[in-house]
């Protein structure tokens, strides 16, 4: 049986392991996890290209999004357009210089994934993702509510 203490050390434990994957890279280029954060986001979400996007569904705050845009728009890595209707919103774009970090950034990120399951079966894989999908999703649903585990 799964216990609370269990689930609030999920996510604590895998940003930890997650984070570590990314060390190489960020020596590498010399980007905070943050930054990657906001490039790897821009990349697996086409169409979802705004700061504000970022934030909200990304859980990012405001002021680490905008930091971590400034540094890497200042390091030629993306651009900043205007949107063509409404001037206030601005568009983010990563730079033909900075895809192949992007890409980079998304190979750590599916080795990071297929280490994580390799224990697994396909088939079990298959039913984990599944349930955890139902499980997130009920998150989502419970952390919409005023009370929780009542």
């Known amino acids: ?17 997650y984070d570590r994957q990314f060390l190489p890279l960020l020596e590498q ?20 290209d705004t700061a504000r996007d970022v934030t909200e569904l990304r859980g990012m705050a405001k002021s680490q999004v ?9 390091r030629g890595l993306l651009t900043r357009r205007a949107d063509g209707e409404d001037r206030r919103i601005v ?8 895809a ?8 750590v990120q599916a080795a990071c994934g297929r280490r994580l399951l390799a224990g697994l079966t396909g088939e079990e894989q298959t039913v984990f993702l599944d349930l955890l ?14 009370e929780c585990c009542t």
């Open 91 to 98: 568009h983010l774009e990563i730079t033909e210089q900075g």
């Open 66 to 74: 905008s930091q971590a845009v400034e540094v890497l728009a200042g």
């Open 100 to 107: 192949p970090l992007a890409r980079e950034a998304q190979a």
């Open 29 to 48: 280029t010399g980007l905070t996890m943050r930054e990657v954060h906001v490039l790897l986001f821009l990349a697996n979400h086409p169409g979802q």
């Open 133 to 146: 999908e139902r499980v997130l999703r009920e998150m989502e649903d419970l952390s919409a509510e005023k």
């Open 1 to 17: 049986m799964i216990t609370i203490a269990q689930l609030i050390r999920l996510p604590r434990k895998f940003g930890k392991y």
